[in-house]
């Protein structure tokens, strides 16, 4: 009923930038929450990011004072990704809570950094 696309990932220099992207479609006045997972090569998705339908956030203790979560009126969200270091380096993942009690998932895009 909600299908979500996240882009803007790549490769970027320790200390530079990215901004992801997580477009909604379907039923998408149905969404509440909707947050960032991270996920590196061999560990566990952990939240990032989660904003919530009156734009409050909430980060990880990671990502605190680098990265902004925000979302538009057509919840698109987005993840500026500033001052990036080796170990953020993994797939970034869009996720929506429901009022149905659903959660859903995009497919990840991926974000390197790396000299």
């Known amino acids: 009923q909600v299908q979500l696309v996240e882009s803007g990932g790549g490769l970027v220099q320790p200390g530079g930038s990215l901004r992801l992207s997580c477009k909604s479609s379907?039923?998408?006045?149905?969404?509440?929450?909707m947050g960032w997972y991270r996920q590196a090569p061999g560990k566990e998705r952990e939240l990032v990011a989660l904003?919530?339908?009156?734009?409050?956030a909430d980060y990880a203790d990671s990502v605190k004072g680098r990265f902004t979560i925000s979302r538009d009126n057509a919840n698109t969200v987005y993840l500026q990704m500033n001052s990036l270091k080796p170990e953020d380096t993994g797939g970034y993942y869009c996720?929506?809570?429901?009022?149905?009690?659903?959660?859903?998932w995009g497919n990840g895009t991926l974000g390197t950094v790396s000299s």
């Open positions: 996720n929506a809570r429901t009022v149905l009690k659903d959660i859903v």
């Open positions: 904003v919530s339908t009156d734009g409050s």
């Open positions: 379907g039923r998408v006045f149905i969404i509440n929450d």
